[in-house]
């Protein structure tokens, strides 16, 4: 990886961490879940960013011993392992919307019968 390429890398990273934690206070203090569910893809951008930076730069070593043809599968394992954590986030802020919303209506149901 190119020293400029490594060098926004770490920017994106840290612009990244800069706005979820702006974006976490903010939807702490609102507690608002839409607020709290774009500060978690800050997040999963950030750890993203990092997952592939690492991939990117172990992909560039040369082969070796241990590794007759290479290192430059290690792109593809990084893009599946970010895939899978935003799957896994994407259920996760589907299933706290879905609790969210229950108890909303629960809470309704409870006041229109008073």
């Known amino acids: 990886m190119k020293n400029k390429g490594r060098q926004a890398t770490i920017i994106l990273i840290i612009c990244n961490t800069f706005l979820f934690a702006i974006k976490i206070s903010a939807g702490i203090m609102s507690n608002s879940l839409a607020i709290i569910s774009d500060a978690i893809n800050s997040l999963t ?29 290690a792109e593809p394992i990084a893009g599946l392992i970010v895939a899978i954590l935003a799957g896994i986030l994407g259920f996760e802020i589907l299933h706290m919307s879905v609790l969210s919303s229950w108890s909303l209506m629960y809470i309704r149901l409870v006041f229109l019968q008073l």
């Open 45 to 73: 951008d950030t750890i993203s960013s990092i997952i592939i930076f690492i991939a990117v730069r172990t992909s560039s070593k040369q082969a070796d011993e241990g590794h007759p043809f290479g290192h430059h599968r």
